[in-house]
């Protein structure tokens, strides 16, 4: 009792003394970041000497009078000239004070201990005419990654074979007019590892050539199947192009997250220009960050795109509720679980939801549904954005449930139920791939096809391909997509045209390399 009756009494200080002013601009969170919180041990006034939040910048090199106003307060800043973001760090306390909210240090249900404000800041009055938005104060970040299925499952011959995945998408013909991934890079962010041994036995199953990923960042110490499906998926369909490794395990070791995800692009797109970047893992749901917090992040990502980069990350496998996760898996679902994955968010960012297929027995396409597995909570996620307004390649769509015009996910969608998925190799015995992990990975390697086919014929490779995919929704000379009408999630239905469980549907990819240098010749 006195324990708590302590941590009542500090916690009263720190809140007396932050300044009236600064209360005035706070709000209570809520939602599932407050009951992160509730269910977290709260051990009072953080003592952290090194705490940090992010802000938006009314002007891309404005952070001038935001150091000047730090540098009073106690505070420091980082700035990336041009980019329109700047964190203010320094000790909690400071932190606290100068923005006017209690930051307490916490204790998660898995033991991880972490600061936080249980409060939103807003703008100090000091910096209205500056600053544009504010991140959350919290140095938590429940991120994700998936496992394959430990069994070949029931599908022919164990899993869809190389030839049979391109067969379903149509990218047989580019394959066959020698368009096979020679001298594009596709780049993996991963938070675990793959056996050399798994990818040799995968190559000499399939008759193709054996590879060796590039590994930047240091091999991670853990290895669950993540990266040896991504990368064998990705070698089924472009077996000459490079594969990149970045170990972004760093980026969820202390705090600043979204900062260290951007400069985790910014490297990777200066060591590796125009790559193809897959994503497959998360960083939390939206409801844990703002948009202030991954303005860096978005930053670095349109930065990459300007020169050529198309980036595909995984919409998630909690069939629409993202913001569930963790270890509450089998709790029934409520309204705060749903969500979406922050970063797929990000408008720039390509967002793959999951199917289920049917193929013949030569992997000919049958049919396509929205992947759902109900008992388990799992299957392809999607929604509406909190975070981002909706962009202007998506303003013609009419979704009901969205009343603020907001960004809407996924975008495309790709084979991600694990009973119909691809066949690879993991600690020596062949299994088969699932999740909309494996479906942003199959995107990133039919887009290096793609993009070859484009250049070679007159075009340009794709970049932010986003506005380019609805544009050839809206009507191409040739059928680009596959319409998922059927299943939904746990939130949503499928349904004809755009949908929040399969966005566009799923490419024939002939067909759409054919309309998007169309599209390109008409817009020079």
Not at 471 to 478: M, T
Not at 499 to 510: A, F, I, M
Request: hydrophobic share 45%; proline share 7%.
């Amino acid at each position: 009792m006195r324990r708590w009756a302590a941590v009542l009494v500090a916690a009263l200080l720190t809140v007396a003394a932050v300044p009236a002013c600064a209360e005035e601009h706070r709000a209570r969170i809520t939602g599932a970041f407050a009951a992160l919180l509730n269910a977290s041990t709260d051990l009072g006034p953080s003592r952290a000497a090194d705490a940090q939040l992010t802000v938006t910048l009314a002007r891309p090199d404005g952070a001038e009078h935001v150091t000047a106003w730090a540098r009073a307060a106690g505070l420091w800043v980082r700035a990336r000239p041009g980019e329109g973001w700047a964190v203010v760090e320094g000790a909690a306390a400071d932190l606290a004070r100068a923005f006017g909210v209690p930051v307490h240090d916490y204790r998660a249900p898995s033991g991880e201990a972490f600061y936080a404000s249980a409060y939103q800041p807003g703008v100090p009055p000091a910096l209205r005419a500056e600053v544009t938005g504010v991140g959350r104060i919290n140095s938590y970040v429940p991120y994700r990654t998936a496992q394959p299925a430990p069994l070949p499952l029931d599908v022919p011959d164990g899993g869809l074979s190389p030839s049979a995945l391109l067969a379903a998408y149509n990218a047989t013909p580019l394959v066959e007019a020698g368009f096979t991934g020679q001298g594009a890079t596709i780049v993996f962010f991963a938070f675990d590892s793959a056996d050399q041994a798994d990818l040799d036995s995968f190559a000499d199953a399939t008759g193709l050539p054996r590879f060796t990923p590039v590994l930047v960042g240091g091999k991670p110490d853990e290895s669950h199947g993540e990266t040896a499906m991504d990368l064998q998926v990705a070698h089924a369909i472009a077996p000459d192009a490079r594969l990149v490794v970045v170990n972004a395990r760093p980026t969820v070791q202390g705090d600043g997250a979204y900062e260290k995800i951007a400069a985790m692009f910014a490297e990777a797109d200066r060591r590796f220009p125009g790559a193809v970047w897959s994503l497959s893992i998360g960083w939390g749901c939206e409801a844990f960050v703002t948009a202030a917090d991954l303005a860096p992040v978005r930053a670095a990502l349109v930065a990459a795109q300007r020169h050529g980069t198309s980036a595909f990350d995984a919409s998630g496998d909690t069939a629409g509720l993202e913001c569930k996760g963790g270890d509450r898996w089998s709790a029934p679902p409520g309204p705060d679980d749903i969500g979406l994955d922050a970063v797929a968010a990000i408008p720039e960012m390509t967002s793959v939801g999951g199917t289920t297929l049917s193929t013949g027995p030569r992997g000919q396409w049958l049919a396509e549904h929205a992947w759902v597995d109900s008992p388990l909570t799992q299957g392809t996620s999607g929604g509406v954005s909190t975070l981002f307004e909706r962009p202007a390649w998506q303003d013609k769509l009419t979704i009901e449930r969205d009343t603020g015009h907001r960004r809407l996910a996924p975008d495309v969608a790709a084979v991600g139920d694990p009973a119909t998925g691809v066949r690879f190799v993991y600690r020596g015995r062949p299994v088969t791939g699932g999740g909309t992990s494996q479906a942003a990975p199959i995107w990133a390697a039919l887009t290096v096809l793609m993009n070859q086919y484009l250049v070679a014929n007159g075009g340009r490779p794709l970049g932010n391909i986003n506005p380019l995919l609805y544009r050839v929704a809206e009507g191409a000379p040739y059928p680009s997509f596959r319409d998922v009408r059927l299943g939904g999630n746990a939130v949503d239905l499928a349904g004809a045209g755009y949908d929040l469980v399969t966005g566009l549907g799923s490419p024939n990819v002939y067909n759409l390399a054919r309309s998007l240098l169309e599209l390109q010749k008409r817009t020079r």
